[in-house]
């Protein structure tokens, strides 16, 4: 299909930005279904623009696998963007990593799908049915580009929604293995420790490949340290904790499944059991309890999930994250660090350490930023929506109370 868009998303396609959002669309040649190749040419002079999917049910109409350049869309143009991918991600096997993400959507020139590779398994994950169409190429290309044993297909809630009806239409569910044999859990290493995920049923693809250069940062802090990790998920920032040397750590997370992972995680790396604290709460009350009982930590993560993806829970996400903050603080000890991280898209960098330092200021607390770390290079920010990580690493400064 061709389309024509408005002046300014001309200029956003020709500044490289890879989205075209609905009410940009001035002319389009008909309807459209999902997935379709949607051309874009500019108004005066009828040249090519970009081509995108076509995503019929997303606000980012068309989303850019290709721009300024006219090229096919096929086989070998997947296979050119996996290999570039791939190296891009090789310095990380010298860094004793095998596990991270291969494919960040839009700044790897795949728009709404992401692909982690767990070692030898590979997880894709999709975000829009505008990929569906494309599967088999997309398959065929991998198999072709990248090295690995087993795939593993994940999809977004909205694609699990039974009003899509990917699974009746396409035979596709979330969890599926689609090459190779099935396991559920895959192995990797990680800044040279060692991690078991469940890629057919864990958060996201299984891990959070995002965090790295923060839990190695919390590794380098945490020795002779009693470590509180909150939301500790299936142990990342846990296990580099005790490999950094933390005298214990406590994990706190709502999830049973979560924290029998992390014990597994644990036992991988050969640390004491005995090191390890597994606090199965809600994380305010859980952190309420261990104000009341007094207990102090030299080192507190609080790594939430996003409260805020939408324009709509800024407000609570906010208090939410003010609330940590006003938890966390008691728990302290005097030479004590705390991490604050937010994956909230929403949440300007800027904004986040604005509201960390005020919840302390008005409880009473200087809090100093020493180190706020942005993504690794497996997610690479190709235009400003992709930043969407920040961690804010603080350590108790001026008078205390
Ligand atoms: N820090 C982890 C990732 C955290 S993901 C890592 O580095 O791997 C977010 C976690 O928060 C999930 O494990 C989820 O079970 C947990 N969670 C969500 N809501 C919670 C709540 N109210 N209280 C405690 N944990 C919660």
Redesign the pocket.
């Known amino acids: 299909m061709s389309v024509r868009v408005k002046p300014a998303a001309e200029h956003a396609l020709r500044g490289g930005h890879p989205w075209v959002f609905e009410e940009s669309i001035v002319k389009q040649s008909h309807l459209g279904s999902a997935g379709d190749l949607a051309v874009i040419y500019d108004r005066d002079k009828n040249n090519f623009l970009a081509v995108g999917l076509y995503d019929p049910l997303s606000p980012i109409r068309i989303k850019v696998l290709q721009a300024r350049k006219p090229r096919k869309i096929n086989r070998q143009f997947f296979i050119d963007k996996l290999v570039a991918a791939q190296k891009k991600r090789d310095p990380l096997i010298s860094q004793g990593t095998t596990g991270y993400r291969l494919v960040y959507g839009e700044s790897d020139g795949f728009p709404a799908l992401v692909l982690d590779r767990y070692g030898n398994t590979l997880v894709l994950k999709l975000y829009t049915t505008a990929w569906l169409a494309h599967l088999q190429e997309l398959v065929a290309a991998l198999q072709e580009a990248l090295v690995f044993d087993a795939l593993v297909l994940r999809l977004s809630r909205a694609l699990q929604s039974d009003r899509l009806n990917v699974a009746s239409l396409y035979g596709l569910r979330d969890g599926q293995q689609l090459l190779g044999e099935a396991s559920g859990t895959a192995q990797f290493v990680e800044g040279g420790l060692l991690f078991a995920a469940d890629v057919r049923r864990g958060?996201k693809t299984g891990?959070?490949f995002d965090?790295r250069e923060?839990?190695q940062r919390v590794r380098g802090l945490a020795e002779g340290r009693r470590v509180l990790?909150?939301?500790?998920?299936?142990?990342?920032?846990s296990v580099y904790a005790l490999a950094g040397g933390a005298r214990s750590v406590t994990a706190?997370?709502?999830?049973q499944p979560?924290l029998e992972a992390l014990k597994n995680n644990v036992a991988l790396n050969g640390f004491e059991q005995t090191r390890v604290d597994l606090l199965p709460?809600?994380?305010?009350?859980?952190l309420r309890g261990l104000v009341e009982a007094r207990r102090k930590f030299g080192l507190v993560?609080v790594?939430?999930?996003a409260f805020a993806n939408r324009r709509a829970n800024m407000g609570n996400a906010v208090l939410a994250y003010r609330r940590l903050v006003e938890l966390a603080l008691p728990l302290l000890s005097d030479d004590g660090i705390l991490v604050m991280?937010s994956c909230s898209s929403r949440i300007s960098c800027e904004r986040f350490e604005q509201l960390v330092t005020r919840a302390a200021a008005v409880a009473g607390q200087e809090l100093e930023v020493f180190a706020s770390p942005t993504h690794g290079l497996d997610h690479p920010i190709g235009f400003p929506e992709a930043a969407y990580l920040k961690a804010l690493f603080c350590r108790l400064s001026g008078n205390r109370k």
């Open positions: 958060h891990f959070f965090q923060n839990r990790d909150v939301f500790s998920y299936t142990g990342g920032f706190l997370d709502i999830s979560a709460a809600d994380a305010f009350a859980g993560v790594d939430p999930p991280s």
